[in-house]
Every structure is written in C-alpha cells, then in structure tokens.
C-alpha cells in the first residue's frame, strides 16, 4: 500500500491522499489528519507526487464557435457575408 498526492484545484484546499492498494486500487481518500496515514509516515514513508494533469486538447474553430453558441450561418449574418 502506498499513498499518492491528489492534485489540488484551489491552493487554499487541503492536501487529499489516495490510498492505493497492493492490486492497484484506490479505495480511500483522506487528508494528512488520517490516523492510518499518519502512521503510514511516522513508518519513514513518502507519498508520491501527484500525476501531472493532461493538458487539453486546443479547439477547432467550430468548437469555439459551437461554445459561443453561434452557428457559421449566424456568424456570417453578423459579419454581412
């Protein structure tokens, strides 16, 4: 069993800890105020890093436009094409 850092959205949250099991599950989450993690450290271990956070892919002009809610047919009535 070993203990990974989550990735935190807002640097103001606290610190959650997946706990992942020896098949390779994570069953729990908790903060450092665990009492099982906390002996997990006090045994000398460290928890890894957290997995670095995929960056999205950039989107097409049709998915921008789409987000905006516009169709090609309006954005060309609002250009006068």
Known sequence: MIYQE????????????????DDGLC?????????PFQEWLEE????L?????PEPEP???QQK?????LTIEELKGLLGL
């Open 44 to 47: 000398g271990n460290t928890p």
């Open 59 to 61: 989107l097409t002009a």
């Open 6 to 21: 989550l990735p935190k959205p807002n640097p103001e949250d606290p610190q959650i800890y997946a706990r992942i099991d």
């Open 27 to 35: 069953r729990l989450t908790c903060t450092e105020d665990h009492e």
């Open 65 to 69: 436009l789409e987000a905006a809610g």
């Open 49 to 53: 890093p957290p997995d670095p956070i």
